[in-house]
């Protein structure tokens, strides 16, 4: 399968990489800001089928077009799209700065939505894009101080999950959301620090393949929360 997967040096993506790269028939193309750790990533990989590209998705559009003929250049068409990169900057509503709030929502919502748009050219038929959110994204959960923007910006990708799944259905394109909850990465820790999440960077990655690979027979334009608990 042709792989793509937004935000994979570190956390979930990077565990996603690696557990894609594991069968040989998969070739994974994995975007990051952090050009070390997507060499490092690459190199790694046992079957030589992991290929790093250095993105910054606050300054997609701008990338947009050197990109698509990266991806050109390796696949003709794409399976899975993952759109798992995002940052989180902790700070109440009051003392965000504006210039702050845009970066963050232009990494965590219009960059994706920015790559969805410019690789639809090569989704078909069974394509599944997944969309990584947050539960704090999610409408009814447990809402946190210092995570206004954050959340919100993952609120607004899962609504444009559902928008696009109607948008999308006469190409035969399927895409979904996941909210995750509490999850032991670098993120969470910079969240809540001191806390411990129930699910591990690994196991969460485990999930979202096999979402990635059979999710698309069972769902489509859905929102599903996965999560055991709030943080503790």
Not at 39 to 66: C, M, T, V
Request: with cysteine.
């Amino acid at each position: 399968m042709n792989i793509i997967i937004n935000g994979g040096t570190r956390g979930i993506g990077k565990e996603l990489a690696c557990k894609f790269a594991e069968q040989k028939i998969n070739r994974v193309i994995v975007t990051g800001r952090n050009n070390e750790a997507l060499q490092q990533l690459s190199s790694g990989a046992i079957n030589r089928n992991i290929f790093p590209y250095r993105l910054d998705l606050a300054y997609f559009e701008e990338e947009k077009e050197k990109f698509l003929i990266a991806v050109k250049e390796r696949f003709d068409n794409i399976d899975i799209l993952i759109n798992n990169a995002g940052i989180l900057i902790l700070k109440d509503f009051i003392d965000f700065d504006i210039n702050e709030a845009r970066h963050l929502m232009e990494i965590n919502f219009f960059g994706p939505a920015g790559m969805i748009k410019c690789l639809e050219p090569l989704l078909k038929k069974g394509s599944h894009i997944v969309n990584i959110s947050s539960m704090g994204g999610f409408q009814g959960s447990s809402k946190y101080r210092g995570l206004s923007y954050y959340s919100s910006s993952k609120a607004a990708l899962a609504c444009l999950t559902e928008c696009l799944a109607g948008e999308f259905v006469k190409q035969g394109i399927i895409i979904n959301c996941l909210a995750l909850g509490a999850v032991q990465t670098e993120m969470f820790e910079e969240a809540f620090p001191g806390s411990r999440a129930p699910v591990t960077a690994e196991e969460m990655a485990s999930y979202i393949a096999d979402f990635a690979i059979n999710g698309r027979k069972y769902f489509n334009g859905k929102v599903i929360p996965v999560s055991l608990n709030d943080p503790k």
